[in-house]
């Protein structure tokens, strides 16, 4: 029977939601108990199944980052097979928006070849953090931004983001137990821009370690506290470890903001089509941990 492959893009605020790698209920959780079949609550887990019931078939969704608890993405890619190839795209993606909560939606959605991979075929991503810097926290998007009421210094910190750019082994800014054994990355671009109360970090590259950015953003921070200066950045890098630089800034400041792949062949209707299962999926585990 014929398949196709569609990649989508999606928005979501993770503020409810584990990540986005669906996971089952562990002992450790101690959130509700999950409905029978179910895991705890994750981005991956509740598009599959608003997916899933439209197309009336189970997917396997491939997300191009696994974002962790609390982060959130403007622009998410992630792929899935389908055997039912006669609904029309743009009516599976209002049909799936009728079905996700409302902190969740996808914004388009394209047939691809089954040579695209939201994994592999990821060429650069860009993140934004946000940190809120004025004496009295933001009550109505608490959970959007990093508060912080000190003092900062702007400049400092502006400067050391030009130490950030580059090819670089960045395991200094890698959560031990990343399990990456190639931790170089290269960094396109990485800028800070302040309109006071809101500073928003951008950081665009190759792909990223495992709460690289977060590490990252909370070293920032420290140089703004005057706790380093922006020179110092380059001494993390060098030293390749984790106790060389700051902390790591919690998740809830951090977004997805664009996902770059490489250019495919259009798919016309009807065609691009093939057997199912003769082009599995490739496996999620070389998808980064934001």
């Not at 792949?261 to 998808?287: D, H, N, S």
Request: proline fraction near 6%.
């Amino acid at each position: 029977m014929a398949s196709q492959r569609y990649k989508i893009t999606l928005a979501y605020r993770g503020t409810r939601y584990h990540g986005w790698q669906s996971q089952p209920a562990m002992e450790t959780y101690t959130g509700p108990t999950p409905p029978e079949g179910h895991g705890i609550p994750t981005v991956q887990e509740t598009v599959s199944r608003a997916i899933g019931s439209v197309i009336r078939h189970p997917i396997r969704l491939i997300g191009s980052s696994r974002t962790d608890a609390g982060v959130h993405a403007k622009g998410q890619v992630a792929h899935f097979d389908t055997e039912h190839v006669q609904i029309p795209k743009d009516n599976i993606r209002k049909a799936v928006n009728h079905q996700l909560p409302g902190d969740i939606i996808i914004r388009h959605i394209e047939k691809v070849p089954d040579t695209f991979d939201a994994v592999h075929s990821t060429v650069r991503k860009r993140y934004q953090y946000s940190i809120w810097n004025a004496f009295d926290r933001p009550v109505f998007f608490n959970d959007l931004v990093w508060h912080r009421w000190q003092n900062l210094d702007i400049d400092a910190m502006k400067a050391a983001t030009a130490y950030f750019v580059g090819e670089h082994d960045f395991v200094s800014f890698a959560r031990p137990g990343h399990g990456r054994e190639n931790t170089v990355r290269t960094v396109y671009d990485c800028s800070l821009t302040y309109r006071t109360p809101r500073i928003v970090i951008g950081v665009e590259g190759s792909g990223f370690l495992w709460n690289m950015i977060r590490i990252m953003v909370g070293t920032l921070v420290q140089v703004g506290l005057g706790r380093h200066k922006p020179e110092e950045i380059a001494q993390m890098i060098a030293a390749k470890d984790r106790s060389a630089s700051g902390p790591t800034a919690p998740p809830h400041g951090l977004f997805l903001q664009w996902i770059q792949t490489r250019k495919e062949p259009e798919v016309v209707e009807g065609e691009g089509q093939r057997e199912a299962g003769v082009a599995p999926a490739l496996a999620e585990t070389e998808a980064e941990d934001a």
